[in-house]
């Protein structure tokens, strides 16, 4: 599976992005799809993840009620909606894909396949 991020840009402070990954390969909708950022210094962190099926979605506290997920299997794409964006939220921004749903949905170490990468800047 290859994924492949796009939509990121410079927005001031209350805009919105949504931001995209598109995924190569036919087994897309079984797997687990998660959103993590990464700021400068900082470590990768959780944002945002739902099940294969997009029943079941979960989000980091600090995106909670601003960030929303979905994703449109027959495009094999994931979407991460993203408003009311403060200059706290500026990262790269890199989706990933978990094959089992084994491990737990906030931890990096769960998912199999990365993104690139898109960079999020948020202007105050």
């Known amino acids: 599976v290859q994924l492949q991020a796009s939509g990121g840009g410079l927005v001031q402070a209350g805009g919105s992005l949504r931001l995209s990954c598109a995924a190569s390969?036919?087994?897309?909708?079984?797997?687990?799809m998660g959103w993590f950022r990464q700021a400068p210094g900082k470590e990768r962190e959780f944002v945002a993840s739902?099940?294969?099926?997009?029943?079941?979605?979960y989000y980091a506290d600090s995106v909670k009620g601003r960030f929303a997920i979905s994703r449109d299997n027959a495009k094999n794409t994931v979407y991460l909606q993203m408003n009311s964006l403060k200059p706290e939220d500026t990262a790269v921004y890199y989706c990933?894909?978990?094959?089992?749903?084994?491990?737990?949905?906030?931890?990096?170490?769960?998912?199999?396949?990365w993104g690139q990468g898109t960079q999020v800047t948020v202007s105050s």
């Open positions: 990933a894909a978990d094959r089992y749903s084994s491990g737990s949905y906030y931890y990096h170490g769960s998912y199999d396949y």
């Open positions: 390969g036919r087994t897309f909708s079984t797997y687990r």
């Open positions: 739902l099940t294969w099926t997009g029943s079941r979605t």
